[in-house]
């Protein structure tokens, strides 16, 4: 299993504490809006590392719940004639939903605890944004 990437990058105490408040509501779409609209938040590392981290988990989110939705209704009129074994197919299926939930719970825990960390699995993707 990989490890979680922790960004080397060093961010000051006092970037920390200025932007701890918008990277822990970057997490619930507040936070992005407010790092674009606020001047002193754009400056800040730490917001900003969070804020890519919030903006791939948005896009991520959107696009794992359209492609769930669709396989999970085609499987789902497959596996209801299964019986049973189909019962459990589609339970597994139905906890898969909550893996969005889970990475966003995961990145406020990682804003509020003053870390600069990727998500599992999709988080690499924020290096790309170039802002």
């Known amino acids: 299993m990989a ?3 922790e960004v080397k990058e060093k961010t000051s105490k ?3 504490s200025d932007g701890i408040a918008c990277a822990i509501l970057t997490y619930l779409l507040i ?3 407010w790092y674009f609209a606020d001047e002193k938040m754009k400056k800040n590392a730490y917001a900003k590392f969070h804020v890519k981290q919030g903006l791939v988990l948005l896009i991520a989110s959107i696009i794992f719940l359209i492609a769930w939705s669709i396989i999970f209704s085609v499987l ?3 596996f209801i004639l299964l019986g049973p074994a189909g019962w459990v197919i589609i339970t597994i299926l139905g906890l898969v939903f909550w893996i ?3 990475w966003c719970i995961m990145g406020i825990v990682y ?3 003053g ?3 990727e998500l ?4 690499h993707f924020a290096r790309k944004f170039a802002f």
Request: glycine share 8%.
């Open 76 to 78: 789902a009129a497959i």
């Open 31 to 33: 936070g992005i809006i």
């Open 111 to 113: 804003a509020a605890t």
């Open 100 to 102: 969005p939930l889970v």
């Open 3 to 5: 490890k979680k990437k």
């Open 115 to 117: 870390k600069k960390k």
């Open 120 to 123: 599992p699995v999709i988080g």
């Open 14 to 16: 006092k970037d920390v």
